[in-house]
């Protein structure tokens, strides 16, 4: 009893309250009592069970005192729109509640007295009003009965009957709309109308793009449904908008209805014509008939209508009257034969020139024709006969002339190839693409000296005539040839005695060079450090220059006198080259010179008795004279009358033929004379 709300007599255990119980509080108490005898430390105890029995002091309370429920006018009968609930705080039939309607404005509904639901009794949906508010009462089942006060302590319920949201909205205005490309940002394009036949908020409609303008080229209020634009309109981008707008009504749950509506887009002659190229290039062949088709403009208007109509044209300009175009196709073709030497390249404007739209607008391409080349000309060369002088001494592959043609076609019908005619004796060719004429040996203007044959140029056709011209190569000497004696060795003789200028010989050399480098001069190159001699530096005649004497120049009285000269043999040329020969003169005797001998006298001693036979002595003698002019005999001519000395004739030995007698003759004097 922690509250103290019970006491116990200590000598007789009478349990009794002290204060007001209360059922509601607590409904169970559980005692603890204790029994001690005296002062003794021995005691007992035991529980007392007392249960707090209810009295009905407590009335059903509602926990509001009002409630607003909306239902829809379309429920049935039956149908449960609201659950009342009171407490009470007491318990068993004290506190089993029963509920009732106090106080009703309708029939219309009722309440189980037991769960306290609200139910329908009849369809409100004809009902006018739109609002009832029904009180509510709670009774306990005590005795006596308590219940909550009707104006103050009952359920004030009020029950609003709502409409049913059970109309989409349907659209009243046109699905189809038309507007100007070039209208102003902000203009009325369209109002979009929808009714709902619902009332208060689910028949309020309010107007939504749901798709197709997602560039937001339109705006559309809610509220008015007024579409206007938002950006300015190019019909050419997009000439056509498929809106998908929404009404959607303001019930619960909110219905809604959707169309498509169609903005078309009307054109507005804003767009120039643009050609699909604004430079246009194709050929056409040369020497075709006037009609040939050349090439198709087109150009494309993004307008509509007769805006997007096109006409064309080409305007005026170097050689366009010879091109027509067809004003509706555009097709270009030829009022001519066309020359391509004569004009290769047309440039020409062509003018989409107008649309049909008002104001009309154009444009213009440029139109670039290649006249293509047919093989109409043949290669001409700059002349018809060339002469060219070239020196003998070019390497072999040196260019001596490059030919040139021209063929005023053009392309492969205009290439020219080359190529040599007639016999060139291996001496030249011609380079077939860029008509160099080479040597292809090396040259000898002494072998052969000229040469003729002809060049040809022509192009891939073979039906054309070609193009010759006569080749007169003329080869120039060059100092490439030493002047030759027609021997290299020369003998010649000379009479001594013979007066200076005397032709003694003629030496000839050749030169196979022509002029400078073939004229030959003469010089005497050694052999004539006493200028003995002289030559005819032109004729080669090589003649004395001051008497010879033979003697002078012999070495030895039986050997002739001789000269070795060496001549040179020089060309003009630059650089002259030149050969020698060797020319031996032999100076010829003349018998001028008479034997001398070598004393003018002999004197020999010889003993009496020498022996017949014995050999005394020689004499000789020596003549300057060659020859036979020094082939000298010996006679004694005086002092050997009695005979006793006999004398040699060749070789000048005396020899002793007699004895000798000292006493008849003791000497002799021979007189001998030399031949």
């Not at 106090?102 to 769960?115: G, V």
């Not at 619902?198 to 509220?223: C, M, P, Q």
């Not at 020196?391 to 260019?399: C, H, I, K, M």
């Not at 530096?537 to 004395?544: E, F, H, K």
Request: net charge negative.
């Amino acid at each position: 009893d922690p509250h103290g709300r019970f006491s116990i007599d200590p000598q007789f255990g009478i349990i009794r309250t002290k204060t007001q119980l209360d059922h509601e509080t607590q409904s169970a108490v559980v005692l603890t009592v204790q029994s001690q005898l005296g002062n003794s430390p021995v005691y007992s105890s035991t529980q007392v069970n007392i249960s707090v029995i209810d009295i009905n002091d407590n009335p059903p309370v509602f926990l509001a005192h009002s409630d607003r429920v909306t239902i829809s006018h379309t429920q049935p009968p039956g149908t449960a729109v609201y659950i009342a609930h009171a407490e009470d705080k007491d318990s068993g039939l004290n506190g089993a509640i029963k509920y009732s309607i106090a106080s009703k404005q309708s029939n219309a509904f009722s309440i189980d007295p037991s769960l306290g639901v609200v139910n329908l009794t009849r369809a409100v949906f004809a009902d006018k009003q739109q609002e009832y508010t029904l009180h509510i009462a709670a009774e306990d089942s005590g005795i006596p009965p308590l219940t909550s006060s009707l104006m103050l302590d009952s359920l004030a319920v009020k029950i609003v009957i709502l409409d049913i949201n059970d109309n989409s909205p349907s659209f009243m205005s046109s699905p189809l709309s038309y507007v100007m490309e070039d209208v102003e940002v902000g203009f009325l394009v369209h109002r979009i109308i929808a009714k709902d036949p619902d009332e208060g908020r689910s028949g309020e409609v309010t107007y939504h793009i749901l798709s197709g303008n997602e560039n937001k080229a339109f705006v559309l209020d809610k509220i008015t449904g007024l579409l206007t634009t938002a950006q300015l309109l190019d019909r050419e981008i997009q000439s056509c908008y498929n809106l998908t707008v929404t009404a959607l009504d303001d019930g619960s749950p909110a219905l809604s209805a959707t169309q498509v509506l169609t903005i078309v887009v009307l054109d507005v002659n804003d767009e120039t014509p643009i050609f699909l190229k604004q430079f246009y290039e194709t050929a056409v062949r040369e020497n075709q008939d006037p009609g040939e088709f050349v090439l198709k403009v087109e150009a494309v208007d993004r307008d509509a209508g007769l805006n997007s109509l096109l006409r064309y044209e080409i305007l005026p300009g170097t050689g366009y009257e010879k091109f027509k175009m067809n004003p509706d196709s555009g097709e270009l073709v030829t009022t001519a034969s066309l020359d391509r030497e004569t004009q290769e390249f047309f440039s020409i404007k062509g003018n989409s020139c107008r649309d049909l739209g008002s104001p009309s607008r154009s444009s213009t391409a440029q139109l670039h024709l290649t006249v293509l080349d047919e093989n109409d000309h043949n290669p001409m060369l700059a002349k018809t006969q060339y002469q060219i002088s070239v020196r003998e001494d070019l390497e072999e592959g040196s260019a001596i002339l490059d030919l040139f043609a021209s063929d005023k076609d053009d392309g492969p019908n205009g290439e020219v190839m080359y190529s040599l005619i007639d016999d060139t004796f291996g001496a030249f060719a011609i380079d077939s693409v860029t008509g160099s004429i080479v040597t292809t040996k090396a040259l000898d203007r002494e072998t052969k000296s000229q040469y003729t044959f002809r060049a040809v140029a022509s192009d891939c056709s073979t039906h054309l005539p070609r193009s010759t011209t006569v080749m007169m190569i003329l080869i120039q000497d060059v100092n490439d040839n030493v002047p030759k004696f027609e021997q290299s060795y020369y003998k010649a003789s000379v009479w001594e005695g013979q007066s200076p200028k005397t032709d003694i010989i003629q030496v000839f050399a050749t030169d196979l060079d022509s002029g400078l480098n073939g004229e030959t001069e003469y010089s005497i190159l050694s052999g004539n450090e006493n200028a003995t001699f002289l030559i005819d530096s032109a004729r080669g005649i090589l003649a004395t220059n001051t008497v010879l004497d033979h003697e002078n120049t012999s070495s030895y009285r039986e050997m002739a006198s001789s000269h070795c000269l060496v001549l040179l043999a020089s060309d003009r040329g630059t650089p002259s080259l030149n050969s020698t020969a060797t020319v031996l003169i032999t100076v010829l005797d003349v018998n001028d010179n008479p034997p001398v001998f070598s004393s003018p006298e002999y004197h020999i001693h010889v003993k009496e008795s020498i022996p017949v036979n014995s050999h005394i002595t020689e004499v000789s003698a020596n003549d300057c004279d060659a020859g036979t002019n020094a082939e000298i005999t010996y006679a004694i001519i005086s002092g050997n009358d009695r005979g006793h000395f006999h004398l040699d004739g060749k070789t000048g030995s005396v020899d002793l033929m007699k004895m000798l007698d000292y006493e008849d003759t003791m000497k002799f004097t021979l007189i001998i004379q030399a031949t």
